[in-house]
């Protein structure tokens, strides 16, 4: 496997894992093994994560992803 591949792959799995903890901080914790259950069930936890979290975490890292290729332009 090359070094840049590596890289790239470390790098995914950071951004995965900064986009995971961003869901589940929060005033109301959600622990990490509970956001499966969360984005499935219907309780108060999945409202919280379907409705706040989760368009609040994907709209921050679509943000930072168009400011880090406008940068690079």
């Known amino acids: 496997m090359s070094r840049p591949l590596r890289i790239c792959g470390l790098l995914v799995l950071g951004a995965l894992a900064a ?9 109301t914790p959600i622990p990490l ?3 499966p ?6 309780g108060p936890a999945g409202l919280i994560v379907r409705e706040l979290r989760l368009p609040r975490a994907a709209a921050a890292f679509v943000t930072g992803g168009l400011l880090a290729l406008a940068g690079a332009l």
Do not use: K, P
């Open 33 to 35: 093994a509970g956001l």
């Open 19 to 27: 986009f995971a903890l961003a869901v589940a901080c929060g005033s």
């Open 37 to 42: 259950a969360a984005l499935a069930g219907d």
